[in-house]
C-alpha cells in the first residue's frame, strides 16, 4: 500500500511539475491572443474580424509546426528515457530543418499574396483589406516562431518546461505593451490600428526565441547540439523518423486545415459570425490550456517510461491522465457555463447582436469541454506519447474531414442555420473520436517504442 502511494505521489509531482510550467506558458499565449482581440475589438467588427481570419494563416501553419515539434517529441522522451543526448540533439535539427523549410513556403506566400489568401476565407472588402495589411506584417515572425516552437517542445520533452514558460511570460508582456502603443499610437508612437497588432506580434517573436536561443547555449545543456550534432543523420535515420512522425505532421496539417475550412464555413453565415468565433475562439484557448498542459505532460512522461522499458508504469500513467483530464473538463465547463455573461464583459462595447451570437457559443464551447479536454489528452497525451502515431492520425483526421467539415457545411451553406447550431454540428467529431478512440486505450495496442532500434 505505501509503495502505491509512494508511486501515486511520484506520479503527481512529475506531473505538476511539467504540467504547470506548460499551462501557464499555454495561458500567457492564449492572453496574447486575448489581448489582440480585447484591443481589436474596440476598431469594429471588420478589424476583429479581419485579424481573425488573416491570423487562421498563422493558425494552420503554427499547427502544421507544432506537429514537426511533437511528432519529433516523441523521439526525444523516449531518448531522454534513456538518456541518449546525441540523438536528441540529431532530432532536434530534423525538427528545426523541417520547420524552417514550412516556415519559409508560408512566409512567401503571406508575403506575397496576402489579399489573394484573404478572399479565400471572405469577399468582404473592408475585411479583405485590414486582413491583407496584418497578413503581410505578421508573416515574418513565422520562421521565428518555429525555431522558438522547436526548442521549445524538446525542452519540454526532457522535463524543462520552465524554460519556454519564462521566454513567454516575456514574450506576453512585450507582445501587450507594443500592441497598446502602436494600435491606439501611444506615447508618440503612430497609430496604426490593425497594422500596429501584427508589428507588435513581430517584436514578441523576436524577443522569443532571443531568450530561448540564449537559455539553451548558455547552459550548455542537451539541447545545446553544434551544427555538426544537430544534422548529422544519415538516409536510414531520417527513414526511421518519418517513419513515425509523418503520421503526425499529416495529422496536424489536416486538423488545422479542417479548422480553417471551419472558419470558411463560419465566414458565409456573415462578418458578425466571424467575430464571434474569433471571440469564442479565444475564450476557449483560454479553458483549453488546462488539457494542453496535461496533454504535453503526458506525452512526456509516457513517453520516459516506454523509452526505460516500463510499459505497465506508462500505461498506468496514461490511464490516470485521462481520468484526470474528463474531471478537470467537467468542472471547468460548469465554470463557463455559468460565467459567460461576466466572461464575455472583457469584450466591451459588443454590439448588442454579436453580444447574443457569442453567448450562445460559447455556451456550445461549455458543453463541449468536457470531451474536447478527454480527446486532447487521448490522442496528444497517451497516443503519441505512446508512439501510436498512424492510428491517432487515423482517428482525427477522418473525425474532421468525414464528420466535422461536412456538417459544418451543411449547416451554414445547405441548411442556413444559426452559427451556434453550426457549431454544435462540428463538436460532433468529438464524439466520434471519443468512440473509436476509448476502445484503443483499453486493448493497450498503443504502447510502442519507437527508439529501440535508433
Avoid at 442556413?416 to 476509448?438: D, F
Wanted: proline letters at 2%; glycine letters at 8%; hydrophobic letters at 50%.
Amino acid at each position: 500500500m505505501s509503495f502505491n502511494k509512494t508511486k501515486d505521489k511520484d506520479f503527481y509531482k512529475a506531473m505538476f511539475a511539467i504540467a504547470f510550467p506548460i499551462t501557464l506558458q499555454n495561458l500567457i499565449a492564449s492572453s496574447v491572443n486575448m489581448i489582440d482581440t480585447l484591443m481589436i475589438t474596440s476598431l469594429g467588427k471588420e478589424s476583429l474580424a479581419a485579424v481573425g481570419l488573416a491570423n487562421q494563416v498563422f493558425f494552420f501553419y503554427s499547427v502544421i509546426v507544432f506537429g514537426v515539434a511533437t511528432g519529433s517529441a516523441i523521439f526525444i522522451a523516449q531518448f531522454w528515457g534513456k538518456k541518449d543526448v546525441l540523438n536528441i540533439r540529431r532530432i532536434l535539427g530534423l525538427s528545426l530543418l523541417i520547420s524552417c523549410i514550412i516556415g519559409i513556403i508560408f512566409t512567401v506566400s503571406a508575403f506575397f499574396v496576402p489579399t489573394n489568401i484573404m478572399k479565400i476565407f471572405t469577399k468582404e472588402l473592408e475585411v479583405v483589406n485590414l486582413g491583407k495589411d496584418y497578413l503581410k506584417i505578421v508573416s515574418l515572425s513565422y520562421i521565428i516562431t518555429s525555431i522558438s516552437f522547436s526548442f521549445g517542445v524538446a525542452s519540454r520533452s526532457i522535463g524543462d518546461a520552465k524554460m519556454p514558460m519564462v521566454a513567454s511570460i516575456i514574450s506576453f508582456l512585450t507582445n501587450t505593451v507594443f500592441n497598446y502603443l502602436l494600435i491606439f499610437g501611444k506615447f508618440g508612437f503612430p497609430e496604426l490600428g490593425v497594422k500596429g497588432a501584427a508589428y507588435g506580434t513581430l517584436i514578441a517573436r523576436i524577443v522569443e526565441v532571443a531568450l530561448i536561443l540564449y537559455a539553451v547555449y548558455s547552459s550548455d545543456g542537451p539541447l545545446a547540439g553544434n551544427f555538426s550534432e544537430l544534422f548529422s543523420w544519415d538516409k536510414n535515420y531520417v527513414k526511421k523518423y518519418f517513419k513515425t512522425a509523418y503520421p503526425v505532421i499529416l495529422n496536424e496539417t489536416f486538423w488545422s486545415l479542417g479548422n480553417v475550412m471551419y472558419s470558411i464555413a463560419y465566414a458565409k453565415i456573415g462578418t458578425g459570425a466571424t467575430a464571434a468565433v474569433q471571440i469564442t475562439s479565444t475564450v476557449q484557448n483560454i479553458f483549453l490550456v488546462f488539457s494542453r498542459g496535461l496533454a504535453n505532460s503526458c506525452t512526456v512522461m509516457v513517453g520516459n517510461k516506454i523509452g526505460e522499458g516500463k510499459e505497465e508504469e506508462a500505461v498506468d500513467y496514461a490511464n490516470k491522465f485521462l481520468k484526470i483530464s474528463g474531471i478537470l473538463g467537467v468542472f471547468l465547463g460548469i465554470i463557463l457555463f455559468f460565467t459567460t455573461d461576466f466572461v464575455l464583459m472583457l469584450f466591451r462595447n459588443l454590439p448588442e447582436d454579436l453580444y447574443e451570437i457569442s453567448k450562445s457559443m460559447i455556451i456550445v464551447l461549455a458543453i463541449f469541454l468536457p470531451i474536447k479536454m478527454f480527446n486532447g489528452n487521448l490522442i496528444v497525451g497517451v497516443f503519441r506519447g505512446g508512439g501510436d502515431t498512424k492510428f491517432s492520425m487515423m482517428v482525427e483526421m477522418g473525425a474532421v474531414w468525414a464528420v466535422g467539415v461536412p456538417l459544418a457545411f451543411l449547416g451554414a451553406t445547405v441548411f442556413k442555420l444559426p452559427v451556434y447550431l453550426v457549431s454544435v454540428l462540428v463538436n460532433m467529431e468529438e464524439v466520434v473520436k471519443a468512440i473509436i478512440g476509448i476502445p484503443r486505450v483499453v486493448s493497450n495496442k498503443w504502447v510502442q517504442n519507437v527508439v529501440e532500434n535508433m
